[in-house]
T-cell receptor, first 111, second 116 residues
Framework: GENVEQHPSTLSVQEGDSAVIKCTYS??????FPWYKQELGKRPQLIID?????GEKKDQRIAVTLNKTAKHFSLHITETQPEDSAVYFC??????????FGAGTRLFVKA | EPEVTQTPSHQVTQMGQEVILRCVPI?????FYWYRQILGQKVEFLVS????????KSEIFDDQFSVERPDGSNFTLKIRSTKLEDSAMYFC??????????????FGEGSRLTVL
């Protein structure tokens, strides 16, 4: 079945710097890759997603890139702010009813 | 904006007791899910449900677990005889698409289960 690896597990950046979180997946049938942000004690919320017919997608300070050949996808946050501090999960959907999540990256943005 | 709602927000139970976690999915969604997140770990798929039957389940979803849609709005997860390792946050989710490659999962706020 699908397996999603996520790195790093913890990331600490200075406010204003960029943050990059990387994920790999194993199932070549996966073609939808959402990213979720989870603040402490709250529900995961979708922040951006990408489908396999696209190599990059941007939404203001957030961008996601996908390399289907290498089975890599990454989240880029520019001009980080303290409110970006949260746990970020990448995920892959190999089809059907299941979404497989990575282990999460705890992002700390220091003011 | 429509939301998935879950009750209770926190439940404490004794090992061996039965627990029912309740969810009200978004009203026009047809596909329902339960996920589990043990403290500090990843979100794990438990089960998906469509048209009053389980469509897919993970190896975590053993005979101790069951799901039901008892009426037109509620979707429940029952744990028959809780174990210490069932302590986790349980998230309900719903979607308006069968294939999640074409749709988004909407999560509820979660039900924290503590088994003593």
């Amino acid at each position: 079945g699908e397996n999603v690896e996520q790195h790093p597990s913890t990331l600490s950046v200075q406010e204003g710097d960029s943050a990059v979180i990387k994920c790999t997946y194993s199932d070549s049938a996966s073609n939808y890759f959402p990213w979720y942000k989870q603040e402490l004690g709250k529900r995961p919320q979708l922040i951006i997603d990408i489908r396999s017919n696209v190599g990059e997608k941007k939404d203001q300070r957030i961008a996601v890139t996908l390399n289907k050949t290498a089975k890599h996808f990454s989240l880029h946050i520019t001009e980080t702010q303290p409110e970006d501090s949260a746990v970020y999960f990448c995920a892959a959907t190999p089809g059907g009813f299941k979404t497989i999540f990575g282990a999460g990256t705890r992002l700390f943005v220091k003011a | 904006e429509p939301e998935v709602t879950q009750t209770p927000s926190h439940q404490v139970t004794q090992m061996g007791q039965e627990v029912i976690l309740r969810c009200v999915p978004i009203s026009n969604h047809l596909y329902f899910y339960w996920y589990r997140q043990i403290l500090g770990q990843k979100v794990e798929f438990l089960v998906s449900f469509y048209n009053n039957e389980i469509s897919e389940k993970s190896e975590i979803f053993d005979d101790q677990f069951s799901v039901e849609r008892p009426d037109g709005s509620n979707f429940t997860l029952k744990i028959r005889s809780t174990k210490l390792e069932d302590s986790a946050m349980y998230f309900c989710a719903s979607s308006d698409k069968a294939d999640l490659r074409h749709g988004e999962l909407f999560f509820g706020e979660g039900s924290r289960l503590t088994v003593l």
